[in-house]
Nanobody, 123 residues
Framework: VQLQASGGGLVQAGGSLRLTCSGS????????IGWFRQAPGKEREFVGG????????SYADSVKGRFAISRDNPKNIVYLQMNNLRPEDTAVYYC?????????????????WGQGTQVTVSS
């Protein structure tokens, strides 16, 4: 499966952005999708994910209550809605995919990656 993340940009603190992960090349609905982010000088960290089985999302504590993940399988899209953004959310955001029945929180658990999209939150 090929993935493409988009929707990043510059936003003020407290603002919102919606990122899109578009899939192609395989049955996108049969992939668990994870969102990760990487800030300069830091390791790539798990943001959240959504399973392909029952669609239930999971989130990192740092974004819980502010971010929401949903998927539109007929359109081969997974969304990351980010609300109440903070400067510390600034990073390159990536979507990734695997065929697992659970949501991995480690980058190495995902075999397919899209290119990143930059999110910058100004204070």
């Amino acid at each position: 499966v090929q993935l493409q993340a988009s929707g990043g940009g510059l936003v003020q603190a407290g603002g919102s952005l919606r990122l899109t992960c578009s899939g192609s090349g395989d049955t996108f609905s049969r992939y668990t999708i994870g969102w990760f982010r990487q800030a300069p000088g830091k390791e790539r960290e798990f943001v959240g994910g959504i399973k392909w089985t029952d669609g239930g999302p999971s989130y990192a504590d740092s974004v819980k209550g502010r971010f929401a993940i949903s998927r539109d399988n007929p359109k081969n899209i997974v969304y990351l809605q980010m609300n109440n953004l903070r400067p510390e959310d600034t990073a390159v955001y990536y979507c990734a995919a695997n065929r697992a029945f659970w949501i991995g929180i480690v980058a190495s658990q995902y075999g397919y990656w899209g290119q990143g999209t930059q999110v910058t939150v100004s204070s």
